[in-house]
Nanobody, 124 residues
Framework: QVQLAESGGGLVQAGGSLRVSCAAS????????MGWFRQAPGKEREFVSA????????YYADSVKGRFTISRDNAKNTVYLQMGSLKPDDTAVYYC?????????????????WGQGTQVTVSS
């Protein structure tokens, strides 16, 4: 049974930093590309960042480029999202997801497994 468990969310002031993690189990982690998405109240789930299976390629939404960094540790079956210069607009539930495919890294439909999400709230 595949499980993706996010952690590390919380409340942070604008301009601050936060790191969220996603621990995977039940799959061969290094064979899956990973992604982070977020969903704010009343909005659709949107792409944030993605990383290839071995971490050699990373992708970011324009809204977070230069502020967020995605990384992974295949020995620990974990993917991370380091968030900096946080803004109130970054407030959302953050989800990690795993996909076996190599394309469409920014589409929710391309992902095979999803975590339950972790809340990130940025106060002004």
């Amino acid at each position: 049974q595949v499980q993706l468990a996010e952690s590390g969310g919380g409340l942070v002031q604008a301009g601050g930093s936060l790191r969220v993690s996603c621990a995977a189990s039940g799959l061969t982690f290094s064979t899956y590309a990973m992604g982070w998405f977020r969903q704010a109240p009343g909005k659709e789930r949107e792409f944030v960042s993605a990383i290839s299976r071995l971490g050699s390629s990373t992708y970011y939404a324009d809204s977070v480029k230069g502020r967020f960094t995605i990384s992974r540790d295949n020995a620990k079956n974990t993917v991370y999202l380091q968030m900096g210069s946080l803004k109130p607009d970054d407030t959302a539930v953050y989800y990690c997801a795993a996909r076996i495919g190599r394309s469409d890294y920014d589409r929710t439909a391309a992902y095979d497994y999803w975590g339950q999400g972790t809340q990130v709230t940025v106060s002004s």
